[in-house]
């Protein structure tokens, strides 16, 4: 059974750091392509960062861009967000999902396994 388990979301200031952490388990993690979403209160769910299945691709929102780092470890099975200079508007719960052999997709209908999110909330 396909498990993607979140972790590492809370309550910082604007301008603090966080960093996320997605374990996988019950697949091949080397060969599987993994993004990060993120749906805030009464919008849609929205592309934050991706990184394909060699890890030698990734791809940011604008919104993120140079704020935010996507690595992947696959001796650890564990992909992570490294989330920087934090704003308001990066409040939201944030999603990880896989796919195998995939590339640095935005598109959410690309990536068959989704974890449960884990929310962060940037106070100003």
């Known amino acids: 059974q396909v498990q993607l388990v979140e972790s590492g979301g809370g309550l910082v200031q604007a301008g603090g750091s966080l960093s996320l952490s997605c374990a996988a388990s019950?697949?091949?993690?080397?060969?599987?392509?993994m993004g990060w979403f993120r749906q805030a209160p009464g919008k849609e769910r929205e592309f934050v960062a991706a990184?394909?299945?060699?890890?030698?691709?990734?791809n940011y929102a604008d919104s993120v861009k140079g704020r935010f780092t996507i690595f992947k470890d696959n001796a650890k099975a564990t992909v992570y967000l490294q989330m920087n200079s934090l704003k308001p508007e990066d409040t939201a719960i944030y999603y990880c999902?896989?796919?195998?052999?995939?590339?640095?997709?935005?598109?959410?209908?690309?990536?068959?396994?989704w974890g449960q999110g884990t929310q962060v909330t940037v106070s100003s």
């Open positions: 999902a896989g796919d195998r052999y995939g590339s640095s997709w935005s598109s959410s209908s690309k990536y068959v396994y």
């Open positions: 990184i394909s299945w060699t890890g030698a691709n990734t």
């Open positions: 019950g697949l091949t993690f080397s060969i599987y392509a």
